[in-house]
Each structure stands twice: as C-alpha cells, then as structure tokens.
C-alpha cells in the first residue's frame, strides 16, 4: 500500500485499530504518535495525514492536503464479463495503470452465472480499485459497471468521430494494435476485448457495425487479464499519457 486511502469524512478523526488501514499504519508504516504518512481522499486531493495519537481502540488522525491528483486517462475499457477472479486482478491493475471507465459486459459468450458472483452482488469489487489507487499513489477511481450487454453499451458511447475504437481480436484482426493507437489522447480511447472464451461472430458484426477495427497483441493466445495489461501499457506509451 503505496498510499493510504480515505473517505472524506473520515480525516480528519478516529481510525478504529480493527482497520487494516490502521494496522497497516502501525505495523508495515510503524508510524508513531508525531509522524506523517502519505494519504489522500477518494476522488479527492492527495497529501500527508498525521498520526496525532494512539490509544486501546483508535488512532487519531489529522490530514493536510496538498494537491489535486491529474485526470484519469480518457480510456475506457468494455471487457467480456469473465471468472470473477479474472475481473479482480483487471479492476485492480486497470486501476493501478490508470483508466477513466471499465464496463464489463456480456457478449455472445459470456457465462451469465457471472455477473451475480458475489464479487459484484457484496461490493467487493471497490476493494480492488482502492487496491489499484493505493499501489499507483493516485486517489481517482474509474467509473465501472456490470450489467450493460454489448449492444447496450454500444449505444451509450460517444459517436464514433470523437473516439478511438479498438477491439482485440486473436482471429479476424486487421492490424497490430500498436499500429491503430492514436499517439496523443486528445480524444477518448476505447478498447474492447472479449470475455475468456472470445468474441462471437454476431460480437464482431455489431462491433464493425460500430466503427471498431480489430486489432491483435501478436499470434499468441494470451490470458484476459494479461492481455489487458499489455494494451493499456501500449495505449499509454503510445499516446505518452502520464
């Protein structure tokens, strides 16, 4: 935990010691009463909180910030509701990489037992975007949704001519996606990629139909989350996002 994140009503105030955010400070931090540790606000500014005080039940903490963090890349991520322990390692290095929006979405091969795991159904899934922030140092959060389809987001993006759109494809791709990248985002990226089985060809038709190229990693089969990493990596160097 590179940064330790709070809600804005919680700083400044009392951390109960139950908090693994309080054992964090104590143990892995080993701060004391008088030092200073980097914290920041969700969707907030970044900055230094104070560890005031320590007793039997709670730390008092004081918070000074000190700047806003920078926008979150316009990039937005539609990605085939996969296993939710795939969708964790995405929410959290998505996050950590830096996006504006992940919707994931079902597609003609989604299993539609997954989008009632309890990853999504108890909330968890925030616990790995805090996780994200935490490790990059940032307090932003993207935007991130579950019960859209891949028709129904469709028509919810902004028009083709404002936006990048680049899918992933193993099979019918055109061009690599270094190739399709734009080199600035001065306007939005979308990148799609499919759930862990593939697009299907009705997939295809409604994201050709969208304006979508099909762009490819390489001849290797890669695994989703891994595949999403490397093109987020792509995207940001290619366009020198910071």
């Not at 008092?60 to 969708?87: C, D, K, N, V, Y």
């Not at 985002?185 to 593939?198: C, K, Q, T, V, Y």
Request: proline share 10%.
């Amino acid at each position: 935990m590179n940064l330790v994140l709070f809600i804005a009503a919680e700083l400044p105030g009392r951390l109960p010691l139950a908090d693994p955010r309080a054992q964090h400070i104590l143990k892995v931090l080993r701060r004391s009463p008088g030092d200073t540790f980097q914290a920041g606000l969700i969707d907030g500014p970044l900055g230094n909180a104070t560890l005031l005080a320590a007793d039997a039940t709670a730390l008092t903490l004081g918070f000074a910030p000190s700047q806003e963090p920078p926008p979150l890349p316009p990039i937005t991520l539609l990605i085939g509701l996969p296993r939710p322990q795939t969708a964790r390692d995405i929410l959290r290095d998505a996050t950590t990489l830096g996006v504006a929006r992940i919707h994931f979405i079902s597609t003609e091969r989604t299993d539609p037992n997954y989008a009632s795991a309890s990853l999504w159904t108890s909330g968890e899934w925030q616990r790995h975007l805090l996780t994200g922030a935490a490790q990059a140092c940032d307090t932003r959060l993207p935007e991130v949704t579950w019960t859209h389809s891949l028709a129904s987001i469709l028509a919810t993006l902004s028009p083709p001519a404002s936006a990048c759109r680049l899918a992933l494809d193993n099979y019918e791709a055109t061009r690599p996606l270094a190739s399709a990248l734009p080199h600035t985002l001065n306007s939005p990226l979308i990148l799609a990629l499919g759930p862990e089985r593939g697009w299907g060809p009705a997939d295809r038709t409604a994201l050709r139909a969208a304006n979508f190229a099909l762009c490819s990693l390489g001849p290797r089969v890669l695994r989703l989350e891994t595949a999403v990493t490397v093109a987020l990596g792509l995207a940001l160097h290619a366009t020198g996002a910071p």
